[in-house]
C-alpha cells in the first residue's frame, strides 16, 4: 500500500466540471470530491457563515431555502446531504428537512438546490444552523 501525502492536489483540466477522480487500480472512477457546501444561519437575516462553491443563499421564507452555486454543476443528478441544528427554543428540538416539492416545485437544477426545513408536525420552520453538502 502506498500513502499520498500532498497539501494539494490539481486536476489536469481547468474545467470545473472535470474534477479529480478516485480511480480503481484498473481506472474505473470509484469517487470525487465534493463539489460545494455551506454552512449557513437559516433563522433572522438568513447569511453564510462558510462554504465551497456557493455564492448565495436566497431565503424563499420560513423554512424555504435556495443555495445558490458560484460555478454550476454538469447537470442536476447530483446527490445532496442536507442537516441541521434546529435549537430554536420552541418545545422539542426535532423537525425533518428535506427537499422543496409543492406542486411540482423544482428542487434542483444545475446552479442551485432547494430545500425546506419543517418542525415535528410538518409546518415550514426556519432553523438556526443548515448544512448542505453536494456531490456529483
Same mark, same amino acid.
Given at each position: 500500500?502506498?500513502? @499520498? ?6 486536476? $489536469? ?9 478516485? @480511480? ?7 469517487? %470525487? @470530491? +465534493? ?7 437559516? %433563522? ?6 462558510? *462554504?465551497?462553491?456557493?455564492? %448565495?443563499?436566497? *431565503?424563499?421564507? %420560513?423554512? *424555504? ?6 460555478? !454550476? ?18 418545545? $422539542? ?5 428535506? &427537499?422543496?416539492? &409543492? ?6 437544477? !444545475? $446552479?442551485?438546490?432547494? +430545500?425546506? $426545513?419543517?418542525?415535528?408536525v410538518g409546518s415550514t420552520l426556519d432553523w438556526r444552523v443548515l448544512y448542505v453538502s453536494i456531490f456529483r
Open positions: 500500500m502506498a500513502i @499520498l501525502e500532498s497539501n494539494s492536489i490539481r486536476s $489536469s483540466s481547468s474545467s470545473f466540471n472535470s474534477p479529480v477522480q478516485f @480511480l480503481t487500480s484498473g481506472g474505473t472512477q470509484n469517487g %470525487t @470530491l +465534493c463539489r460545494a457546501w455551506v454552512n449557513f444561519n437559516g %433563522t433572522g437575516t438568513v447569511a453564510i457563515r462558510a *462554504d465551497f462553491n456557493v455564492n %448565495t443563499i436566497s *431565503d424563499n421564507g %420560513t423554512g *424555504d431555502y435556495t443555495v445558490n452555486f458560484s460555478s !454550476a454543476m454538469s447537470d442536476a443528478n447530483y446527490a445532496v446531504n442536507f442537516w441541521g441544528q434546529r435549537g430554536d427554543g420552541n418545545g $422539542s428540538n426535532y423537525g425533518w428537512l428535506g &427537499t422543496y416539492d &409543492t406542486s411540482g416545485g423544482v428542487t434542483q437544477t !444545475a $446552479s442551485a438546490y432547494r +430545500c425546506n $426545513s419543517h418542525n415535528s
